[in-house]
């Protein structure tokens, strides 16, 4: 009788245990992912002057085209279980773009030209639209971030080329153990008219 209850009480145990193992597996970590478009358009000032800028637009699919440019660019938000981001990102522009997010670990490619200098901190997308680049970061950190071409940064940042990105650490909570009621993302820039202008007409650079 002894033995019969003994058995008795350790036979969940050991269904908890392979129960536990099977979940483990079949649950990985979990992604977000976003499609981002880089286009020219331009932009009237307070001053009522149009000034043309390169921005992201955030579009449902590749070559959807259904997300409007602006600069910043769109806030990505982050859902706090997913520790992989994927951005997908299509190139409307003339000339090489990137992708990087300072604060966030992942693989740099850095590109460079034919005297060594670096031109790009990671894998470009190239102009013309004929396909996206994918970048990844794995084992995402909670806060609040910049994203941001990484393709001569001088020029593409101070085009547009740049937005937020935040992630929680839990349900309204930025950082563990860090909860908020409201949560509100302020971007401040400022706009150099005569590099827009540059860029504009082609006549931008030593030449």
Avoid: C
């Avoid at 950190?141 to 001569?152: C, F, P, R, V």
């Amino acid at each position: 009788m002894y033995s019969k209850q003994r058995h008795y009480k350790n036979w969940p145990i050991v269904s908890l245990l392979i129960f536990g193992v099977v979940l483990t597996g079949a649950f990985p970590a979990s992604a977000a992912t976003f499609y981002l478009r880089a286009e020219q358009f331009t932009q009237t000032m307070a001053d009522g002057v149009e000034i043309t800028m390169w921005g992201f637009a955030q579009d449902s699919a590749f070559e959807a085209h259904d997300g409007i440019p602006a600069v910043p660019g769109p806030r990505l938000t982050v859902p706090a279980n997913d520790t992989i981001l994927e951005i997908r990102l299509e190139n409307n522009l003339s000339v090489p773009i990137s992708l990087v997010i300072p604060g966030q670990l992942a693989p740099l490619t850095p590109v460079r030209d034919s005297a060594g200098r670096a031109t790009s901190l990671t894998q470009v997308t190239s102009p013309g639209n004929t396909m996206y680049v994918e970048y990844r970061w794995e084992n995402l950190q909670a806060g609040t971030y910049l994203y941001q071409s990484g393709t001569h940064q001088a020029v593409q940042l101070q085009m547009g080329l740049f937005g937020a990105l935040t992630k929680d650490s839990g349900m309204n909570e930025a950082y563990p153990g860090i909860p908020y009621d409201q949560d509100i993302v302020l971007l401040f820039s400022e706009i150099d008219p005569a590099l827009h202008l540059a860029v504009a007409d082609g006549t931008y650079g030593p030449a």
